[in-house]
């Protein structure tokens, strides 16, 4: 049993951590993109299609982490392994 | 697991087909978009109207994004980029009807998507450049050559990885925050979240089309 608190555990803490540093990564493009716009208003457009597609390369870290929690938590490769263990 | 009842799913178990949800959302979605094109271009007039208005709209500003990240040359690619636009828009949007889940809340079906880029990329590479597409791999100084072209085999694999897994991954978050918050609580919580999956099905469509754009339009420039 402990096996799958432990997984959920490593979900919850990878999840927290991928999240932290994207969270990072995204407010400081966009406090840069915001800048930006702020000096000059007339690039507003080509800005906001350069940082939506940044914002979508930095998201992906946090996207993996959530796939990898996911797999974790719901299509876990070894849970029969575990329960046949704790069978017998 | 994340749906409590799908309507597709009960007619699938009704009729006794051996199909995948997504596989048979897919199809809806294929028929929403075949009706929608019909009843468009239906008695097309000069001054448009109603839905024709809305659809032409919508064209021309796909039309204007290939013109600008794409250039000149980019207008031959419009179909395949146009069609992956609504597919995803519109499979991105069901999600908010109940009882219907997006296809691209599956991996197989953004597998698809993003190979079926990664494929006309390289066919597009190879058919304007020749053999001598294989000189965007090598890099800029001949005796680094064959560490460059390691590197870079590795990042165009990565490629299709990360542009249907970015996919899945927010439609898929979605469909289990969602879920989360209607366990917890039913009533009105759920609705900020699904006004941000309003949010999230736009800005993915665009942000898949984009990165689609700009791999078929590296594959077209010339190597330095």
Do not use: D
């Not at chain 1, 840069?32 to 800005?47: F, H, Q």
């Not at chain 2, 450049?129 to 390691?150: N, R, S």
């Not at chain 2, 009105?188 to 339009?217: D, E, H, R, S």
């Amino acid at each position: 049993m402990e096996f799958f608190a432990w997984a959920m555990i490593a979900a919850g803490i990878g999840m927290g951590l991928g999240s932290l540093g994207t969270g990072i990564g995204q407010g400081l493009a966009i406090q840069k993109a915001v800048e930006g716009v702020a000096r000059n208003p007339g690039a507003s457009g080509k800005i906001l299609t350069t940082m939506m597609i940044g914002l979508a390369m930095i998201e992906s870290l946090a996207i993996y982490v959530f796939v990898v929690a996911m797999i974790i938590l719901f299509a876990n490769p070894f849970t029969e392994e575990v329960i046949k263990l704790l069978a017998r | 697991m994340t749906h409590p009842f799908l309507f597709l799913q009960w007619l699938e178990e009704k009729l006794h087909l051996h199909l995948g949800e997504h596989v048979l959302y897919t199809w809806f979605v294929m028929l929403v978009l075949i009706v929608l094109a019909l009843v468009a271009s239906r008695g097309l007039k000069m001054v448009p109207t109603g839905l024709q208005n809305f659809m032409e709209s919508i064209i021309s500003g796909i039309t204007n994004l290939i013109e600008e990240t794409m250039g000149h040359k980019g207008m031959t690619y419009f179909p395949l980029i146009a069609t992956i636009a609504f597919f995803i828009l519109v499979s991105n949007l069901i999600a908010l009807i109940p009882g219907f889940m997006p296809p691209t809340a599956n991996l197989n079906t953004n597998a698809a998507l993003a190979l079926t880029v990664f494929a006309m990329t390289h066919i597009v590479g190879f058919k304007g450049h020749g053999v001598g597409y294989l000189k965007h791999f090598m890099g800029p100084i001949w005796w680094l050559a064959p560490l460059i072209f390691v590197i870079e085999i590795v990042g165009h694999l990565a490629r299709p990885l990360s542009l249907s897994l970015r996919l899945f991954g927010n439609m898929y978050g979605h469909e289990v925050v969602l879920m989360i918050f209607f366990a917890l609580v039913p009533l009105f919580l759920p609705i900020p979240m699904m006004l941000m999956g309003v949010l999230i099905a736009f800005i993915q469509t665009f942000v898949f089309t984009l990165l689609a754009m700009i791999y078929i339009a590296g594959a077209l420039e010339e190597a330095h």
